[in-house]
């Protein structure tokens, strides 16, 4: 019998002759196609990706009425100073002017100058309780202030303001030191405009009084009062040679879609400001990027499978050899050769539902193709020329019947959709990939019975060469002592 080591020596080599077949056999030829199949099917997939995404622009553009993005309005100011605007769907085009006489403010009541460390307001209105009412839009709020027999004023005047902030009142109050030895009480409306003015006076006791803390008198000097007189605290401006009042410096009610921003007032005899309100070119422009940058990025996508390319190398003779030529992984497939024609055509060619006066082609808004097929705003100008003059012929060459969204949407259809071409294409690389998988098992199985085979036929082998060997070193010994002689 042949011994371990011979047997190691055979079980090696078996594996050896073994992998040699599964390199060269039907094995390889099996994984080879069926590598190619694992990298059309992640191509597939990827181009699903780029087609999705391109029908997302799409869908984007086809959007009708209030929703489409090409009714997108901008407001530019003349002076951003003082006004600026911004503008929905619904705003109309238009130029308007603008002259700011006055900003709405804060109703704003402050007490008089009071010494911090004085006690008069406790002398004056004596210890106990003191209520008074606080009203700002028709709302009114009682506050109970506590007042001790020698409370200083500066104690008094942070009780008022902690009750007043307590009451849930739309205001907001506070004590300011002044100078270093006075103080004042501070109340604040939390909106502006004369529908929201503060407006005090004493239920119990005279604390508002003796704090000069009154809503009905103009602060003046250490006089305490309102800051403001209730006029004066409505916007004041004239929009289109109308005087308009609003309580507010955003004012949404004067131009249908349009808010304006009050920013700053303007000196007698300045110079209007001027609204235009138009298509926002620059929210357009970004929507339309946005799919020209999807479909080059299909196109490319598309070619870069589709296509053959070649390296060549020129002799110093003149003459040009053709060196490596790599196919794409789709060449060979009829639809996805058509989709990048038919989509180049869907988008460089006329449509036939172009509004009256309106553009036909995207060249005519200054979008143009390069050789490789890619499109790009290459005319910035004609572009926002024709948002400006023609927004509506704009909208029809992208979401009319013919218009060049609709027409890609509908290019898309049959490949992304359930049951559509890129479905097919992946349900058959998937089967194709299934049945190699069936051939490899199906040819391991069968080399698995060769190397079983071939095992124990070098066994046998070796154990025969084994029995002459040992015939051999006995016919050797005899014919050493004679015997054979």
Request: overall charge negative; proline content about 2%; charged content about 15%.
């Amino acid at each position: 019998m042949a011994d371990v080591s011979g047997l190691s020596d055979i079980t090696g080599l078996v594996a050896q002759l073994i992998s040699l077949d599964r390199q060269s056999g039907p094995i390889s030829v099996y994984k080879s196609e069926q590598n190619d199949l694992t990298l059309r099917s992640a191509t597939l997939t990827d181009l699903r990706t780029n087609l999705s995404a391109l029908n997302t622009q799409v869908q984007s553009l086809m959007q009708a009425g209030s929703l489409s993005p090409f009714q997108a309005k901008a407001v530019t100011s003349s002076n951003a100073g003082v006004a600026t605007a911004t503008a929905t769907m619904s705003a109309l085009g238009g130029t308007h002017t603008l002259f700011v006489t006055q900003l709405a403010k804060q109703g704003k009541v402050i007490s008089s100058q009071l010494a911090q460390t004085g006690s008069d307001v406790a002398a004056t209105v004596g210890a106990g309780t003191r209520t008074f009412s606080l009203t700002v839009a028709g709302v009114t709020k009682n506050v109970d202030v506590t007042v001790g027999a020698g409370d200083t004023n500066s104690t008094i005047l942070g009780n008022m303001a902690s009750a007043i902030n307590n009451a849930g009142a739309d205001v907001t109050a506070s004590v300011v030191t002044d100078t270093s030895s006075t103080a004042r009480l501070v109340i604040t409306g939390n909106k502006t405009g004369s529908a929201n003015a503060v407006t005090l006076s004493d239920v119990t006791g005279t604390l508002l009084a003796a704090t000069g803390t009154s809503s009905s008198l103009l602060a003046s000097g250490t006089t305490g009062g309102s800051l403001y007189a209730s006029a004066d605290l409505d916007a004041v401006f004239i929009l289109d040679g109308l005087n308009i009042t609003r309580g507010g410096n955003t004012v949404t009610d004067v131009l249908s879609g349009v808010t304006l921003s009050l920013l700053a007032t303007q000196a007698s005899g300045s110079t209007p400001v001027t609204l235009n309100v138009g298509p926002d070119q620059t929210a357009i422009k970004g929507k339309v990027q946005g799919f020209l940058d999807a479909y080059n990025t299909t196109i490319k996508y598309l070619k870069e499978r589709t296509g053959t390319t070649a390296t060549t190398t020129t002799s110093a003779s003149g003459q040009t050899q053709v060196g490596d030529v790599k196919r794409g992984i789709l060449e060979d497939q009829p639809a996805y050769l058509g989709l990048v024609m038919n989509l180049r055509a869907d988008v460089g060619g006329r449509i036939t539902t172009a509004a009256p006066g309106g553009p036909a082609s995207l060249w005519e808004i200054g979008i143009t193709a390069a050789s490789d097929g890619t499109l790009s705003i290459s005319d910035t100008t004609k572009f926002n020329d024709a948002l400006t003059k023609n927004p509506d012929g704009v909208t029809t060459l992208f979401n009319g019947a013919d218009g060049i969204a609709s027409r890609v949407s509908a290019r898309l259809a049959g490949f992304i959709h359930a049951g559509g071409t890129l479905d097919s294409s992946v349900d058959s690389v998937t089967s194709q990939i299934s049945n190699l998988n069936s051939l490899i098992s199906e040819q391991e199985d069968l080399l698995k019975i060769k190397q079983e085979m071939l095992t124990k036929q070098y066994t046998a082998l070796l154990d025969i060469i084994a029995q002459l060997n040992t015939q051999q070193d006995m016919l050797n010994s005899l014919n050493a002592i004679g015997i054979l002689a």
